[in-house]
């Protein structure tokens, strides 16, 4: 894809939080749908395709999702899909609107993340309901929980990199401090490293504000050909590289449990495409469900050699040499889940294009721009390269 | 906001897993022998790393290495090594004493398939 014509003409989101105004997902979906269509200068009717990512229909008590979004957002007529790869569903449906307008499918697409991850169950629900993204019959009749398996993996990462405590608090620190000045985020805060050792345990070392948040809210991209392009949008960014890649189910299988190995190879493989090495990545969105998550993801991602040095160094600080979750991530910005994916490559399209918020948006946006997302511990892996188009 | 109450009764069929399935409901721990490479996995990997779709089911002790462990509001889990099997699996821990390095593989008490480990015998893990 060095040479892509897939531009994203339109980006957009809503904000991320627990909704208690009575709105509802199809508000939310057609709020970020209708934001990135006027960002690309596009009619309804020039959209061919609709890409819907929805976690679950648990959560939204609404199957078949995309038929449905396609008559809220006046877009019936076009081709409708759901995509779903549970935390990466909103990047695989990003690949897969990628791969329409690649393959000349289709000339313009729209591609909608949503859940309503927040208000429509109580969070004792939602963590029984995610004991079953990993493997049913092994870890979700056990009662497994998200947290106690990621916290797992962490100690195996954490003992071999020579991390503790205060790497956890670091990341902690900068996201949520990163959200501060994103006005769409629902965990902006600054955090102390006492308040931080202070919150409960819920699985060891993992405490509640080592943890990402169940969110509200939609994102939208538009992916464009370059041939049907308005001429205003021409220079925004492009998707020059997609990868995705799967790991055993169970944590157990695997040789090495404290790694991202499908991270690593999803990496690999939309480096090929882009034509790139990981060092040339100049910011990133890193999937953080966890604290721990994203230094094991960074790793993987090989935009590290030295997590601890680096980390310690202030590399991925928003003036280090490859900014990290400059929108908070999942732990600062949120976590509707479907919308994740969806929501890491418009911020990444908008950082690059230098219409991201103020206080976040980079002075020099750098060519090159990675958004990566996984499902389950990592179990499903799908990240996105996006280049600069001139635009800034 | 409307409140609206939706009560699933399941009924779940494990297919190929039925007799690691059965076995945790007694409390043993029922692997899977790749017939190729020997490689035995608990839980029971289908296709193993070598390619092989065949295999037979075999029993281990039950008795179980732990390599990690967390504990917290979540609960007590732990990443652990089934003696006999070569590859690692998540439990449910037990009344397991801390710092205990070892446990057994316990039936579960409700009607379900779930992977929990005891103390050694009953009593204090060592």
Redesign the interface.
């Known amino acids: 894809m060095r040479d892509s014509q897939v531009i994203v003409t339109g980006a957009a989101q809503t904000p991320f939080n627990r909704r208690k105004d009575g709105t509802g997902f199809r508000d939310w979906a057609l709020d970020a749908f209708e934001a990135a269509r006027l960002m690309a200068c596009l009619d309804r009717a020039d959209i061919d395709a609709l890409f819907v990512a929805s976690e679950s229909d648990v959560f939204s008590l609404q199957l078949n999702p995309a038929s449905i979004l396609a008559t809220e957002l006046g877009l019936t007529g076009a081709a409708g899909m759901r995509c779903e790869a549970g935390g990466a569903s909103g990047q695989v449906a990003v690949h897969a609107g990628v791969q329409a307008v690649a393959s000349g499918s289709a000339r313009q697409v729209a591609v909608v993340g949503v859940d309503p991850s927040a208000s429509s169950l109580s969070g004792d629900k939602m963590r029984t309901l995610y004991g079953f993204s990993f493997d049913a019959w092994t870890d979700g009749m056990t009662g497994l929980t998200a947290t106690a398996l990621y916290a797992l993996s962490w100690q195996v990462f954490a003992a071999e990199q020579g991390l503790g405590e205060a790497a956890l608090a670091a990341v902690t620190k900068q996201n949520r401090g990163n959200a501060m000045a994103n006005p769409d985020a629902h965990l902006p805060r600054e955090h102390s490293v006492d308040e931080i050792a202070e919150s409960p345990m819920i699985a060891d070392p993992y405490r509640r504000l080592h943890c990402s948040p169940l969110s509200d809210g939609a994102a939208a991209l538009i992916l464009t050909h370059a041939d049907h392009a308005p001429a205003a949008r021409r220079k925004a960014p492009r998707v020059v590289g997609i990868g995705g890649a799967t790991d055993h189910a169970q944590l157990g299988a695997r040789s090495r449990p404290g790694d991202f190995t499908a991270k690593q190879k999803a990496m690999a493989r939309a480096c090929v495409l882009a034509g790139i090495a990981p060092k040339d990545i100049g910011l990133t969105e890193i999937y953080d469900s966890y604290a721990g998550a994203q230094l094991q993801g960074l790793m993987a991602l090989g935009l590290t050699g030295d997590v601890a040095a680096d980390l310690h160094a202030g590399a991925f600080a928003p003036d280090g040499r490859c900014p990290v979750n400059l929108s908070g991530g999942l732990m600062g910005q949120g976590a509707p889940v479907g919308a994740v994916g969806v929501g890491q490559v418009a911020t990444c399209a908008r950082l690059l294009e230098g219409r991201y918020h103020p206080g976040l948006q980079l002075q020099s946006p750098p060519r090159y721009a990675l958004a990566d997302t996984h499902g389950g511990l990592c179990t499903t892996a799908a990240v996105t390269i996006l280049e600069n188009g001139g635009a800034a | 906001?409307i409140p609206?109450r939706?009560s699933l009764d399941y009924t779940l069929h494990?297919g190929w897993?039925e007799p690691?399935?059965e076995g945790l409901r007694a409390g043993q721990a029922v692997a899977r022998r790749c017939a190729d490479c020997g490689r035995v996995?608990f839980?029971p990997?289908r296709i193993c790393d070598c390619g092989s779709v065949d295999g037979e089911w075999v029993a281990l002790s039950g008795r179980a290495i732990i390599?990690?462990?967390?504990?917290?509001?979540?609960?007590d889990?732990?990443?652990?090594?089934f003696v006999g099997a070569d590859?690692?699996?998540?439990?449910?821990l037990l009344d397991m004493p801390e710092g205990a390095t070892e446990g057994q593989l316990a039936a579960s008490d409700h009607d379900?398939?779930?992977?929990?480990l005891g103390p050694v015998d009953g009593g204090q893990s060592a």
């Open positions: 906001m609206y939706l494990p897993l690691f399935v996995s839980p990997v390599r990690a462990r967390t504990t917290g509001a979540d609960g889990f732990a990443l652990v090594q590859t690692s699996a998540v439990v449910r379900l398939p779930q992977l929990c």
